[in-house]
C-alpha cells in the first residue's frame, strides 16, 4: 500500500490487506497539526481489502476521534465499499463519503471555534434546542457585553450510523439555523461564536459538549406546551445540571406572545438569594419592577388566618434581605407576603393574579439533581402560571 499526503487529505493507494495503521499515523498526525477539525483519507486509489485492511480505518478513526476531531474515508470504489458493507465493524464505525470534496465540506461544519487565549472570555452557552429563539433572548440579558454567547447546533446521528458520517442534509440545516441564531444577535454587541457537535441525542450532545467546554452558564428553553415531551422527557435538568460544571438555566415558555406587566417575580423559595441576582439582570435589560413574594404555609389543620408569629418574622426578614440585594442595583422592588397551603400552589396563583413577565425561582444543582427539585416546579409553576417560568441550577458560592 503507498500513502502519500496531499494537501488535506492522505492518500491511500495499492491493496489494503494488512493493518497498516501504524505506517499511517504519523500522517495522520501530521495532518492533524494543519487542520485540527478532522482527517480525509482518500481510499479512491485503493484496489484491493480484506478485513484486517479494513482495521487500518476502523484504528485511525478511534485514534482521531481520540484527539477530538474526525476521520472521513472518501472515495471507496464501489467493490471495496460493497466489501466493506459485509464486516459488522467497519460498517458501524466507518465514516464514509462519497467524495473528497463532500468530506471536506462536512468537517467544514464541525467542531469548536478556536479562541486565542488572550481573547476568551465568560461564556454563555445556547444549545439550538427547543425554543431557542427565545433561549437567545433570556442568554442575552445576562451576556450583556461581559460575556460571549456560544451557538451550539447539536447534529443528532442515528445508533446506526458512525457519529462521524458525512452528512450533507443536515450539516446544511447545522448551517442554515446557526445564521439564523447568529443574526437574532445582531446588533447588540455581543460577541457570538458558532459551534456544532455530533450525538445520539441533542440534550445528551449538549451536555457533553457543555461538560467539555466548561461555560459560565448553559442556556435552553422550551415551549409549554412541550413540557413533558422535552424537559421530562429528555431528562433535561438531570442532565444538564449534573454533567456540566457551570449553572444552567432552564426556561418555560409561553407558546405565544402574550400582554403581560412589566414585573419579575421571586418567590422567596430554594436558593432565593441567587434567585433575586439572576432576576436582576432579566429586570434591568427588559426595565422590570421586581416583585418578591413570601409565601406563609398554613397546615391545612389551621384557619388560613391563624397567627403564626414566627413565619410573620422570617417573611419580613427574608424579604428586608432580599430587597437589599436588589436596590443596589437601582431597581423598583415590591414585598408580598401572602398565605396559602402550599408554596407553590400559592406563587402560581399569585402569578395568575399579578400576570408578571417571567417568574424566576432557583436551587442549587445538588437539589435539583438528588432531590428533585424541578420537578413540582414544572409540575405547578410551570402548569399553572401563565407567564414564562426561570428555573436556575446554581453552583453553591
Known amino acids: 500500500m503507498i500513502i502519500h499526503v496531499k494537501g488535506d487529505v492522505i492518500e491511500v493507494k495499492g491493496a489494503l490487506v494488512e493493518n ?3 505506517a499511517l499515523r504519523s500522517a495522520v498526525g501530521l495532518l492533524l497539526g494543519r487542520h485540527p477539525s478532522g482527517v480525509i483519507i482518500d481510499g479512491s486509489g485503493l484496489t484491493e481489502i480484506n478485513e484486517a485492511g479494513a482495521h487500518t480505518f476502523i484504528d485511525a478513526a478511534a485514534y482521531i476521534q481520540a484527539q477530538h476531531a474526525r476521520a472521513v474515508v472518501s472515495g471507496l470504489p464501489n467493490d471495496i465499499l460493497n466489501q466493506i458493507r459485509q464486516m459488522p465493524g467497519a460498517r458501524s464505525q466507518l465514516p464514509l463519503a462519497a467524495s473528497v470534496e463532500e468530506a471536506r465540506a462536512s468537517l467544514a461544519v ?3 471555534e478556536e479562541v486565542p487565549e488572550a481573547k476568551r472570555r465568560p461564556a454563555i452557552l445556547v444549545p439550538l434546542l427547543g425554543d431557542w429563539q427565545r433561549a437567545i433572548e433570556y442568554a442575552a440579558h445576562h451576556a450583556d457585553r461581559k460575556a460571549d454567547i456560544h451557538l451550539l447546533y447539536v447534529m443528532e446521528i442515528p445508533r446506526a450510523m458512525p457519529l462521524g458520517v458525512p452528512l450533507p442534509e443536515k450539516e446544511a440545516e447545522a448551517i442554515r439555523i446557526l445564521s439564523e441564531a447568529e443574526s437574532a444577535l445582531n446588533g447588540t454587541g455581543i460577541t457570538v461564536r458558532r459551534m456544532t457537535t455530533r450525538a445520539r441525542t441533542g440534550i445528551e450532545g449538549a451536555a457533553k459538549f457543555a461538560a467539555d467546554t466548561a461555560p459560565r452558564l448553559v442556556v435552553i428553553a422550551y415551549r409549554k406546551d412541550r413540557i413533558e415531551t422535552d424537559i421530562v422527557g429528555q431528562n433535561v435538568f ?9 449553572e444552567t438555566a432552564v426556561f418555560c415558555v409561553e407558546p405565544e406572545t402574550r400582554s403581560c406587566k412589566d414585573t419579575i417575580l421571586v418567590p422567596i423559595l430554594g436558593a432565593w438569594t441567587r434567585a433575586a ?21 398554613v397546615s391545612r389543620m389551621l384557619s388560613i388566618e391563624t397567627s403564626l408569629p414566627d413565619a410573620e418574622r422570617d417573611a419580613e426578614q427574608a424579604l428586608a434581605e432580599a430587597d437589599g ?10 414585598k408580598h407576603t401572602i398565605r396559602a397551603r402550599d408554596v407553590l400552589e400559592g406563587t402560581a396563583k399569585f402569578a395568575t393574579e399579578q400576570n408578571p413577565r417571567l417568574v424566576v425561582v432557583a436551587h442549587l444543582k445538588e437539589d ?13 409553576l410551570c402548569h399553572d402560571a401563565p407567564c414564562d417560568i426561570g428555573i436556575y441550577c446554581a453552583v453553591p458560592d
Open 368 to 380: 435539583v439533581v438528588k432531590m428533585g427539585a424541578s420537578y413540582g416546579i414544572i409540575e405547578v
Open 110 to 112: 464541525g467542531g469548536a
Open 277 to 297: 441576582k439572576f432576576a436582576e439582570c432579566h429586570a434591568l435589560a427588559t426595565r422590570s419592577e421586581v416583585h418578591l413574594l413570601y409565601v406563609i404555609q
Open 325 to 334: 440585594i436588589l436596590k443596589r442595583s437601582g431597581l423598583i422592588v415590591r
Open 238 to 246: 438531570s442532565t444538564l445540571c449534573d454533567e456540566p460544571p457551570g
Open 20 to 22: 497498516h495503521w501504524i
